[in-house]
């Protein structure tokens, strides 16, 4: 009875080269979030994804972010041309459906150095 | 959008005392409001959640209140133990347009035996 799992879990980027992170929801949900944490702040949500579709992304950044949920396999948060900005903790939820309850994954720290 | 605002940041209590920490939103569509315990290095964990419906619920030391005139709504421990000493998060989420998250800034709580 997996929860969600996030890899990896650590990771640190220089300047200008590209994070990916995996999130892989609970077994039987195909409802993905992401939200950003950065440091002593509340979470910000990111990005919503269903299989295959993106339903809401009206908190990620216009640029050097993307996300994705194929069919097949985990959800893929990638941020292009990293930034010390872009610093933070990245925590993944999944749910049933859009009205039910989210489960957090365990999270990705993100360091640009 | 949605604001959630959340009292105190910080809250230091005695083993044994009560906890109360309250958050007021802002969109009177928002039906759904969960809240998460984080513990140092891991992912924000759903403690309990209540739906618009319902004025309170209780699940053993725990209850959480809402007042959907005023929009606040509190998280009450009772018996406080060291273990409960975490980040507690309200969130808020409103039943138009997508169903992401709107969290609160969070509540340090410290229990001191």
């Known amino acids: 009875n997996a929860g969600v799992m996030q890899n990896p879990r650590h990771l640190v980027r220089r300047r200008g080269q590209e994070a990916r992170l995996r999130c892989s929801p609970m077994k039987g949900h195909s409802h993905v979030y992401w939200y950003r944490q950065l440091p002593e702040e509340g979470l910000k949500f990111m990005v919503y994804?269903?299989?295959?579709?993106?339903?809401?992304e009206s908190g990620m950044p216009k640029e050097r972010f993307s996300a994705e949920f194929p069919k097949e396999g985990p959800s893929i948060l990638r941020i292009q041309q990293v930034v010390r900005g872009d610093s933070a903790a990245y925590f993944c939820?999944?749910?049933?459906?859009?009205?039910?309850?989210?489960?957090f994954g365990p999270g990705t720290r993100l360091t640009v150095l | 959008g949605e604001n959630v605002e959340q009292h105190p940041s910080t809250l230091s209590v005695q083993e044994g005392d009560s906890a109360v920490i309250k958050c007021t939103y802002s969109?009177?569509?928002?039906?759904?409001f969960p809240w998460y315990k984080q513990e140092l290095g891991k992912g924000p964990q759903l403690i309990i959640d209540i739906r618009s419906n319902v004025g309170e619920k209780k699940d053993q030391r725990i209850a959480v209140t809402l007042n959907k005139t005023a929009k606040h709504f509190s998280l009450h421990i009772t018996e406080t133990q060291p273990e409960d000493s975490a980040v507690y998060f309200c969130a808020a989420r409103s039943n138009t347009g997508f169903q992401k998250l709107v969290f609160g800034t969070g509540t340090r709580l410290l229990v001191s035996p």
């Open positions: 969109d009177s569509a928002s039906n759904y």
């Open positions: 994804l269903q299989k295959e579709n993106i339903i809401d």
């Open positions: 939820a999944s749910s049933l459906t859009g009205y039910n309850e989210q489960f």
